[in-house]
């Protein structure tokens, strides 16, 4: 029997780093990519292919791909979306070039390199594509916009190539993972220093109370939290079960905000959102 292939984005750590390694333990070929050089070599002397693959870089992604593709013999069963960041700030103190630039990372170049998976896809008969989304992606929380606005977004896109696959043999699926053990907070520090200037902002003080202090501060897990392995497991049935879900559910909050998403009003909503 072939060896099962997979590409990975964002396996540097967190869930991507767990995804690599639960898969490679099942007897999966797994291409864990990373952005940056340093990370693909760290992943190279664990015994990976790692292909550099930045999605701001549509070059890094062709040629990414195309080393995948050339290692398999121009196979790839599946692909597994997850690199990401956040940029926490008020929406009206994010500058509109750094909504630009994160949708560049979280949706447009998923989109891209999903683009050039699927022909290999339909040439083989088949094939797994799974989007990394949030509880995000289905609620929103202040002080995320930019990240819930991509999430939103990758919903969306996320569906509608599921339903336009339906004439192919491709499955398109996505994961919705709540807290989840990561370095997502510490990776967001850059990008708020560099587009958010929150001591000019009106709301300098209740950015000083809550989100800087939780930026800056290690103040251990979130209620809640679950390590990278438990969106691995969902990954796993999304990947090898024959009638994959079209969307998973990861963590207790994710359950909860879905459920009461489509139950409640907006306002509703709204009111216990805030409470947090």
Avoid at 2 to 15: A, E, W
Avoid at 74 to 99: I, K, M, Q, S, V
């Amino acid at each position: 029997m072939t060896q099962r292939s997979i590409l990975i984005t964002g396996c540097s750590s967190g869930i991507g780093y767990d995804a690599a390694l639960g898969l490679r333990a099942r007897g999966w070929r797994v291409f864990a990519s990373c952005r940056r050089a340093e990370d693909c070599a760290r992943r190279r002397a664990e015994g990976f292919d790692s292909p550099r693959l930045d999605y701001t870089d549509a070059a890094s992604i062709e040629t990414a791909l195309a080393e995948v593709l050339e290692t398999t013999g121009g196979r790839l069963d599946a692909l597994f979306n997850n690199g990401a960041y956040a940029l926490p700030g008020a929406l009206e103190d994010l500058p509109t070039d750094a909504l630009r630039a994160i949708f560049e990372t979280n949706l447009f170049g998923w989109h891209d390199l999903t683009r050039r998976v699927i022909p290999a896809m339909r040439a083989q008969g088949h094939g797994r594509i799974v989007n990394c989304s949030s509880v995000l992606g289905l609620v929103t929380l202040k002080w995320r916009g930019a990240y819930v606005a991509t999430k939103f977004a990758l919903e969306g896109l996320s569906d509608t190539l599921r339903l336009e696959m339906r004439d192919t043999p491709i499955h398109v699926s996505l994961i919705e993972p709540g807290p989840i053990t990561s370095r997502i907070r510490e990776n967001a520090i850059p990008h708020f220093e560099r587009w958010i200037d929150w001591e000019n902002s009106p709301r300098a003080e209740q950015y000083r109370e809550t989100l800087v202090r939780r930026l800056y501060s290690d103040r251990g897990p979130d209620r809640f939290e679950l390590p990278p392995a438990a969106v691995t497991r969902k990954l796993v049935h999304a990947l090898e079960h024959p009638r994959p879900r079209p969307r998973y559910y990861v963590t207790a909050p994710t359950y909860l905000m879905g459920t009461l998403r489509r139950i409640l009003p907006s306002r509703a909503l709204d009111w216990i959102i805030a409470r947090g």
